[in-house]
């Protein structure tokens, strides 16, 4: 028995149960939380006051380098370990219709939609939770087959948005209402209500929302005309030779960077790929908003690891001058490199 | 007179004399008339073709009432008569209660059951002209233009929201919600009764946009006569009773049977009507011949979207039956061992495919555990998946060496491959798992021409195991590589399918992934536990994709972790955690 195990609010128990995870001790942390759930606590609150703050402290700690990915995804796994026995332990009894929670195409961050899907089983409903980065094709089909109340959908990154709205889509050509989440639609949900879908900024307001189909359906249309501009699609072909073209321009300027390792030679076209894709985001929700966050999250990630200052201005001064025929891209990247940290410019 | 006296409004050209001047002459004297010098005279019988303007105006499509400083109408042009007979010359106009004359303001109204306009032009002397025309005809034509306009672009949202396959229940949820407001205030759809029983759905209007549906099931003895009269294709025809009994059974919530019109319309199907759609609405908005018209267009894509889904129901129904049988299944909970899997098929929405992976526990404790890769893609890859699985089952309980069995698997799978003509083979490692003492596993495995396995030590590092092999199914006794591997406690074996390494990415969507990027990917992760490693693998492979099409995906990790005396009180309570997901999708 530790400390811990005979705390009865999930705040106190909090500080056992990271250390728990940063000593990667799957069945500690389990201790932790079904402790919480036998002394009376709501699984719901072990769900939404433990396990959602912990997870959120992880990613924290992987932005400060503090953590490598291995940890950091060594204590996600462990997360999904406690969800399961939580939701293991509570065994509700469903009374509510179907319920589908899935992470879009290409997003990995698995454990906020489960949390979302284990509060939306405790409060009645049938959920089915699909997974990390569900094709829309399998999502569709599994729409045909079983009748869904709502789809939830969970987008952690931004850059994700255009293939979000594809998916958020798709569910709407299944007729079936969509109620999305995660940060990828930015702090207050100002892109899900650009791509015309319902938002919910966490697992109890989704549920809420999910409960009242009239608001589901009733929520306004995406605004994008912007698009007739052909800016984007224009991006997202150009993708492999702007990042040619910056590596190029970067072995140009920058020595060091003809002497890149393999794994650094990625690691750098990843970045650079990035660029590129919240750069075509921006420019698929018309916000620059979505960009210079981006720049300024990227500026202070490389900083942590010690990448050079300039290694992030560098690019976007490339792509402004690449894509001087593109003014709404245009205007985002000034927006960007204005945002730069002043040594950084 | 001249056009001077006409303020505000210019009839044409500024020359045409007004009404009331009785013999004006042919052109307004401020107007010169045109020079002949210069041309010609070539119209030497103009004089006679000066028209009478007052017998010109006569004939104007819009009726002439001239009225002086004192509202006293001084002439009634012909038109003007017809159209408001009321009016006489002598009288004031205000005498006459024409609800346009009334005041100066322009615009239409209605009289003696004809749509009117009237405009008022000042005259000279403060008198003044009505002009008052007869727009009834152009404005019907228009009502019905737009009428037209309006049904079919409700046509056209009905065909996008029911032109996409749908699950049955949605369709028919979708049917009644787009009939209102359109068709209906509350529509019911019944589909044509299953065993006896009718399930309808019910769509209502509500103050705001959003209809509400609710859907219920009634017995199919209890459908009132119209209703069961369409399903059997009948359109019925007298249907004010309708109304009533829709009424008073409670299938109406808001209207009342004497003030209400409805009508009933089959939805076709296959060979029967599909189903039945009652429309109903407050009497005010009566059903005519146009509305009927558009109700059976409404209805006729309405029960081709049924139709559709309850085909398509059935079709996956047997689809995913079968799908269920052909998934890989989670390789089963053996002591000293954490499993972790992944599996992502090239077709995405068939969720099968060429890859698979499984185990099966030995009678000895161990466990027999395999992943391979068979040629061929999609629905065929797969049911050759399932002929290999099945012959793995059957065989792993007659020899548990697995160059042995490897080789018994070869020759099961060539006999059944020749007999069928397929010419199908498959690559893939097989190993039996046996637990340490010490926490460790000792590993034998054989190679059947598959990628070799890496190995993470809890040094960090990652070492490739030299297992090398021929391709399984193609010759009799091929050579099969084998080798031993011990496993300490927290070493963690992975088996991958060449959809990871030949994955196409990178700056231009063509570079492979290869075995180096797949080292370095899991290179620290040596702490991981199975699950957490099976999935980093998955996504760096799918990060590399970047939504680029790819090959059957299928990884599987077996990671020492001792006897787990630990681990026993809380495994009746944690689901296996890899494919979770997948289990809790095929069981719903």
């Keep these: 028995m530790t400390a811990a195990m005979t705390a009865v609010d999930p705040t106190d128990a909090y500080v056992g149960y990271l250390d728990c995870l940063a000593d990667a001790d799957e069945y500690a942390a389990i201790d932790v939380a079904i402790g919480l759930l036998d002394a009376g606590v709501p699984a719901e609150r072990v769900l939404l006051d433990l396990v959602a703050p912990a997870q959120a402290e992880v990613g924290e700690r992987w932005a400060r380098n503090e953590w490598s990915v291995a940890q950091e995804h060594a204590a996600t796994h462990i997360s999904e370990q406690v969800v399961a026995a939580v939701a293991a332990h509570a065994n509700p009894r469903p009374t509510g219709g179907r319920v589908v929670v899935a992470c879009m195409d290409g997003e990995w961050h698995a454990l906020p939609p489960r949390l979302v899907a284990e509060v939306l089983r405790l409060r009645g409903w049938q959920v089915t939770f699909l997974g990390a980065s569900v094709p829309a094709a399998h999502l569709v089909s599994y729409l045909h087959r079983y009748d869904a109340h709502a789809v939830a959908l969970a987008c952690a990154l931004p850059m994700r948005l255009p293939h979000a709205h594809r998916m958020i889509e798709a569910c709407r050509r299944s007729d079936v209402p969509v109620v999305v989440g995660g940060r990828g639609f930015g702090a207050d949900g100002r892109w899900a209500r650009r791509l015309g879908v319902a938002w919910a900024p966490n697992a109890p307001a989704a549920a809420e929302l999910i409960a009242d189909e009239r608001a589901l359906r009733g929520v306004p249309p995406a605004r994008l005309t912007h698009l007739a501009d052909d800016e984007y699609a224009s991006l997202v072909r150009r993708r492999g030779e702007l990042i040619d073209s910056a590596l190029a321009d970067l072995r140009d300027r920058v020595p060091a960077a003809r002497a890149y390792s393999p794994t650094q030679l990625d690691a750098t076209v990843s970045d650079l790929g990035h660029i590129v894709d919240f750069l075509a985001a921006a420019v698929y929700v018309d916000d620059p908003s979505l960009f210079t966050e981006f720049v300024e999250w990227l500026s202070e990630i490389l900083l942590s690891r010690g990448v050079p200052a300039g290694a992030v201005a560098r690019p976007l001064d490339h792509f402004g001058v690449a894509l001087r025929d593109f003014p709404r891209a245009g205007r985002v990247l000034a927006l960007g490199r204005a945002a730069l940290p002043a040594a950084d410019r | ?588």
């Excluded at chain 2, 009644?176 to 769509?203: H, I, K, Q």
């Excluded at chain 2, 009652?278 to 009927?292: I, K």
């Excluded at chain 2, 012959?391 to 490897?406: D, N, V, Y």
């Excluded at chain 2, 970047?546 to 077996?558: R, S």
């Design chain 2, 1 to 588: 007179m001249t056009a001077s006296d006409v303020r505000d409004w210019d009839p044409g050209d500024g020359r045409l004399p007004t009404p009331s001047t009785t013999r004006s002459p042919a052109w307004s004297a401020d107007v010169t008339p045109r020079s002949t010098a210069a041309l010609p005279p070539l119209a030497p019988d103009r004089d006679l073709a000066a028209p009478d303007w007052f017998e010109v105006v006569e004939h104007f499509r819009e009726g002439l009432v001239v009225c002086d400083a004192d509202g006293v109408v001084r002439h009634v042009s012909p038109v003007a008569e017809r159209l408001l007979p009321e009016v006489t010359p002598g009288e004031l106009l205000s005498a006459a209660g024409v609800p346009g004359l009334s005041d100066g303001d322009a615009g239409g109204f209605t009289h003696r059951g004809r749509r009117l306009t009237a405009r008022q032009v000042p005259l000279s002397g403060a008198r003044c002209c009505w002009y008052v025309e007869d727009i009834t005809d152009s404005v019907s034509r228009a009502d019905a233009l737009l009428a037209e306009r309006a049904r079919s672009a409700f046509l056209a949202v009905v065909g996008d929201k029911l032109g996409n396959p749908l699950h049955p229940d949605r369709a028919a949820a979708a049917v009644v919600r787009l009939a209102v407001p359109t068709l209906a205030e509350v529509a019911v759809l019944v589909l044509a009764p299953r065993g006896g029983r009718a399930r309808w759905w019910r769509a209502s209007r509500t103050d705001d946009e959003v209809p509400t549906v609710d859907s219920g099931v009634l017995a199919g003895g209890d459908l009132p006569t119209a209703i069961a009269d369409g399903l059997t294709g009948v359109e019925p025809h007298a249907v004010d009773w309708l109304v009533e009994q829709a009424v008073d059974a409670g299938w109406l919530p808001g209207l009342a049977g004497t003030e209400s019109a409805a009508r009933v319309v089959p939805l076709p199907g296959r060979d029967a009507p599909v189903g039945v759609l009652l429309v109903a609405r407050r009497a005010a908005r009566w059903y005519d011949e146009a509305d009927v018209e558009l109700a059976r267009a409404f209805a006729a894509r309405a029960g081709a979207a049924l139709t559709t889904a309850l085909l398509y129901r059935d079709q996956a129904e047997v689809a995913d039956t079968l799908q269920a049988s052909l998934l890989p299944v989670e390789p089963a909970e053996a002591p000293g061992v954490q499993w972790g899997t992944a599996y992502r098929p090239a077709q995405a929405g068939l969720r099968i495919g060429g890859d698979f992976y499984g185990s099966h526990r030995l009678t000895d404790g161990g466990s027999v555990f395999f992943l391979g890769d068979v040629s061929g893609k999609g629905v065929e890859a797969a049911v050759f998946t399932g002929q290999l699985r099945q012959c793995l089952q059957a065989l792993h309980r007659l020899e548990s060496h697995p160059g042995r069995l490897l080789r018994l698997l070869n020759d099961a799978l060539l006999e059944t491959t020749q007999a069928h003509g397929q010419g199908r083979f498959a690559t893939m490692v097989l190993g039996v798992a046996r637990p340490q003492r010490d926490g460790g596993l000792t590993l034998t495995l054989a190679g059947g021409g598959h990628l070799p396995p890496l190995v993470l030590r809890t040094s960090g590092e990652v070492e490739s195991v030299p297992l090398s092999g021929m391709l399984i199914g193609v010759v009799p006794d091929p050579r099969v590589g084998e080798v031993t591997v011990r496993l300490a406690p927290g070493e963690t074996c992975l088996l991958y399918s060449d959809g990871v390494t030949e994955a196409r990415g990178g700056r231009r969507g063509d570079e492979q992934f290869g075995t180096e990027r797949l080292v370095a990917a899991v290179t620290g992760c040596q702490r991981m536990p199975a699950p957490a490693l099976a999935e980093r693998v998955e996504q760096v492979t799918c990060d590399w994709l970047a939504h680029g099409d790819h090959d059957d995906i299928a990884v599987l990790a077996l990671r020492a972790i001792g006897p787990g005396g630990r681990g026993s009180r809380h495994l009746h309570s944690v689901p296996a955690q890899p494919g979770t997901d997948r289990q809790r999708e095929t069981d719903a």
